[in-house]
């Protein structure tokens, strides 16, 4: 049966391809955004938009939601250690007025954007969800208060939660037939993927490596990729699996870690294209190694991702960076004409 789903963060990376994944299964889909980072241009074309923010979210909240698919919010590590208390507002701020405005219109189901960031340095090779919780920096502690305040929601007012903890998101989705793409545009690009590729493409010259003496194999640090067609995947599963009064906490990675050179390779052999590298200082913040043990997202959830290989995230990632550097140039032809 179509639901209605209200999707904060809708115009951002994540939360664009989710919303086109829930309009592709035949659901109706209102975004909330307040462009700060995302841009109105991805916003799905199916989607009703509302511009604003979450703080405000009782003036958006109708009764009619089947659930709430909270993604805003401000994401970047280093950034958050530079500027804490963005994070906390935004991020703990939002999400208090967001669970409080769904308390008074009834809206009782919550998909929740959390992160591998909330585990800080890990304990174990494959981070689990019983692992403890000690975050590196303010975003990853943001997002781990969230995450207690939604356990504490569910119990005391039996909302029914999932919150998923992504490891490492990239690559891009392409809708059937439309032809619309949605892929990672941040404005300076933070991500790593998505800077080598612009050093692919020619618009940089160089990636700088953030540090390569971590206690690693070859020095620089170790994350786990996921496909964001294969995120999305899950939080469709999620909005079903959700049990009133109860939170579930999923992680979602492949198993799997790649240095920041061995990306940084990759990217080399899918372009076809020299990719120049410069050692940095070590960016504050960043864990040596994170990579997860989804063993409870494909118990709990069903969740079986369909793309997990390094290679064909980056072949996604790079189309739709080809994609949009095409798109710019028509842009500019158009604009001097
Ligand atoms: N890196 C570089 N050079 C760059 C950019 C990044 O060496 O120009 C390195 C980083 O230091 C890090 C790795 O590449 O070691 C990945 O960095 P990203 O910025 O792409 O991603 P993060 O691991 O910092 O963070 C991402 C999300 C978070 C999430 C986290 C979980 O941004 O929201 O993954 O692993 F919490």
Redesign the pocket.
């Given at each position: 049966t179509p639901r209605t789903y209200l999707v904060t963060g809708g115009a951002g990376y994540v939360g664009s391809v989710v919303a086109a994944h829930l309009l592709e299964a035949g659901h109706r889909v209102t975004v909330l955004d307040d462009l700060s980072t995302g841009f109105r241009t991805s916003v799905p074309a199916g989607a009703d938009f509302v511009e604003g923010r979450v703080q405000d979210a009782a003036r958006w909240l109708d009764p009619a939601y089947d659930a709430v698919l909270h993604f805003a919010a401000c994401?970047?590590?280093?950034e958050s250690v530079a500027d804490p208390d963005k994070y906390w507002r935004n991020n703990l701020g939002g999400t208090i007025e967001l669970l409080a405005a769904m308390r008074d219109s009834g809206v009782r189901r919550l998909v929740f954007s959390s992160?591998?960031?909330?585990y800080g340095e890990p304990v174990s090779e494959l981070v689990t969800e019983t692992d403890p919780t000690a975050p590196t920096s303010p975003?990853?502690a943001s997002?781990l208060a969230v995450d207690h305040m939604i356990t504490g929601e569910c119990r005391a007012h039996g909302l029914a939660a999932v919150s998923l903890?992504?490891?490492?998101?990239?690559g891009a989705h392409f809708s059937p037939g439309a032809g619309a793409a949605y892929g990672e545009r941040h404005d300076p690009e933070?991500?790593?993927?998505?800077?080598?590729l612009q050093v692919a493409q020619g618009q940089r010259e160089a990636?700088?490596?953030?540090?390569e003496d971590?206690p690693t194999a070859d020095g620089?640090?170790?994350?786990?990729y996921i496909h964001v067609a294969d995120l999305a995947d899950a939080h469709l599963l999620a909005l079903e699996a959700a049990v009133p009064g109860e939170h579930l906490i999923c992680n979602l990675g492949n198993g799997n870690g790649f240095s920041?050179r061995q990306?940084i390779e990759t990217v080399r052999e899918v372009t076809g294209h020299p990719v120049p590298e410069v050692i940095?200082e070590?960016?504050d913040?960043?864990?040596a190694v994170?990579v997860a043990s989804a063993e409870r997202a494909r118990e709990r959830l069903g969740w079986v991702p369909r793309r997990p290989e390094l290679s064909a995230i980056v072949e996604d990632a790079w189309s739709f960076a080809q994609r949009a550097r095409d798109q710019r140039a028509t842009d500019r032809s158009g604009a001097t004409r």
């Open positions: 994401s970047q590590v280093g992160t591998a960031a909330t975003y990853g997002k903890r992504y490891f490492n998101v990239a933070s991500h790593l993927i998505p800077i080598v990636v700088s490596v953030f540090g971590y620089t640090c170790v994350r786990d920041v990306v940095a070590r960016r913040g960043d864990p994170l």
